[in-house]
């Protein structure tokens, strides 16, 4: 019953470390807030040939929706949309709809600024319009270029554009809501604890048996190398329906957990 | 004439944002500063399957490395070894040397802490020993788990523990040295302008031009908003053989592209 989702992210500036990914983090921690699944998150260069390719495996791992990042502006280098076109076998096409949404915000980009407000609709502008047929403008409430919706058969596809404001501008407008609704009453929910004076090797013994108690909590062991001094974060997580209390059952295994490690020599805190 | 190299970031954590990807940025400015092609980074999630399915995945692009970060420890979830194991259709078995690192390393610790060296050999670290057949382990300077090296037949495959420090002690101390001499005398080279009053519509025909000129300089536009003012950070990379004077090129390119900004209005600085 999880909703899965996958991010492409597709830029060069992630590859040679120019710009950190910080969209990535921003996009599985609010899908993850929602109770969606983020199932992978695959970094690409920009090329038409590595998009379309990595669109199509994409596809073929059957997420009910991917969301795309970057590639969607007015420069040689955006070329998601003529990647995702490819991937699918379909046409660019000069959208409408999206030719508007281009105008009207370049529009009142310029009366922010006090210049008059012609808008000649030069290749680059009509670039960020043409979009593969049978695709969606999505309205960007903060940049020129739309973000793009694409209804396949078993997977909704977005592309958002790479500069963040205008990224999560539309995902919370957009997407947000749609995810919601795919997930219905399920539920994120995690809980940390935290550990000093025991081996990951001795915890480990003690997280199976209470993972096995506790059906369905999920608890991983994150070892923390911070000034010459080890710890560890015990990260318990639970995606259920409401009904199913995923909270309480969280708190129960931790609880039970705290126990184990106690009696085994180790000191644990909240 | 490119080194390609892959990166697989193993860990749910990854995948519900608690932790932000930061070995991943490590590896990409590391291994661009060498002179290495990033070509993908992938994010997946601690199941054998989906680890062994993108190994094959990550393989079938021919990638001359591979790096892995993560799943390497004693606990139930690091399943890396497993999935690799899985991926490449080979078996796991306890690696002798590999063993003994994991005894030394514990020693070690228990030193510096001034406890007794008894190192009882419990499955969770001989777990951290057990190795796809055929592999090597690789000296981990900073905690237990070694990393591992796999040799395959166009592809050399790491895997890096998930801990910061760590993987990036096994990486300066292993890995770099090997990426450096297969990419010989290859750099790569970088410079940034930064341009103020001109739309990113209006940049992109000026910088097809310079591109056309200066075949092998790549120019990209990253289009910043802050605080409400915007302006665009001009980035021209090149990666060639020393010989070829990539930072001369970039230098030429990035002149003539500042002359077309300012006869067309723009205002430019580095």
Same mark, same amino acid.
């Given at each position: 019953?999880?909703?899965?989702?996958?991010?492409?992210?597709?830029?060069?500036?992630?590859?040679?470390?120019?710009?950190?990914?910080t969209n990535?983090?921003?996009?599985?921690?609010?899908?993850?807030?929602?109770?969606?699944?983020?199932?992978?998150i695959?970094v690409?260069?920009?090329t038409?040939?590595v998009?379309?390719?990595?669109?199509?495996e *994409?596809?073929?791992?059957?997420?009910?929706?991917?969301?795309?990042?970057?590639?969607?502006?007015?420069?040689f280098?955006?070329?998601?949309?003529?990647g995702?076109?490819?991937?699918?076998?379909?046409?660019?096409?000069?959208?409408?709809?999206?030719?508007?949404?281009?105008?009207?915000?370049?529009m009142?980009?310029?009366?922010?600024?006090?210049?008059?407000?012609?808008?000649?609709?030069?290749p680059?502008? *009509?670039?960020?319009?043409?979009?593969?047929?049978?695709? *969606?403008?999505?309205?960007?409430p *903060?940049?020129?270029?739309?973000?793009v919706?694409?209804?396949?058969?078993k997977?909704?596809?977005?592309?958002?554009?790479?500069?963040?404001?205008?990224?999560?501008?539309?995902f919370?407008?957009?997407?947000?809501?749609l995810?919601?609704?795919a997930?219905?009453?399920?539920?994120?929910?995690?809980?940390?604890?935290?550990?000093?004076?025991?081996?990951e090797?001795?915890?480990?013994?003690?997280?199976?048996?209470?993972?096995?108690a506790?059906?369905?909590?999920?608890?991983k062991?994150?070892?923390?190398?911070?000034?010459?001094?080890s710890?560890?974060?015990?990260?318990l997580t639970?995606?259920?329906?409401?009904?199913?209390?995923?909270?309480?059952k969280i708190?129960?295994?931790?609880?039970?957990?705290?126990?184990?490690?106690?009696?085994?020599?180790?000191?644990?805190s909240?």
């Amino acid at each position: 019953v999880s909703v899965d989702i996958e991010i492409v992210c597709v830029g060069n500036e992630l590859l040679i470390g120019k710009v950190e990914n910080t969209n990535a983090y921003w996009l599985v921690k609010h899908a993850t807030a929602l109770g969606v699944n983020v199932k992978r998150i695959t970094v690409i260069e920009d090329t038409v040939k590595v998009i379309g390719d990595t669109i199509c495996e *994409v596809l073929s791992h059957k997420p009910q929706f991917i969301i795309t990042t970057g590639g969607l502006g007015p420069t040689f280098d955006d070329k998601t949309l003529q990647g995702i076109a490819a991937g699918l076998g379909r046409k660019l096409e000069v959208n409408e709809v999206a030719l508007q949404m281009v105008k009207e915000k370049t529009m009142e980009y310029l009366k922010t600024r006090g210049l008059p407000p012609e808008v000649e609709l030069t290749p680059p502008r *009509v670039k960020m319009a043409t979009l593969p047929k049978g695709s *969606v403008p999505v309205t960007n409430p *903060v940049g020129s270029a739309p973000g793009v919706r694409v209804d396949l058969p078993k997977t909704v596809l977005f592309a958002l554009p790479g500069v963040p404001l205008e990224m999560e501008a539309i995902f919370t407008l957009s997407i947000a809501p749609l995810l919601q609704a795919a997930v219905g009453d399920t539920v994120f929910c995690q809980k940390s604890l935290y550990l000093n004076g025991m081996f990951e090797s001795k915890l480990a013994p003690l997280i199976d048996v209470v993972m096995v108690a506790n059906q369905g909590v999920y608890i991983k062991s994150h070892p923390i190398l911070a000034e010459n001094k080890s710890h560890t974060e015990i990260h318990l997580t639970m995606r259920a329906k409401a009904i199913e209390k995923p909270a309480q059952k969280i708190q129960k295994a931790a609880e039970q957990l705290a126990i184990l490690i106690k009696q085994n020599g180790g000191v644990v805190s909240e």
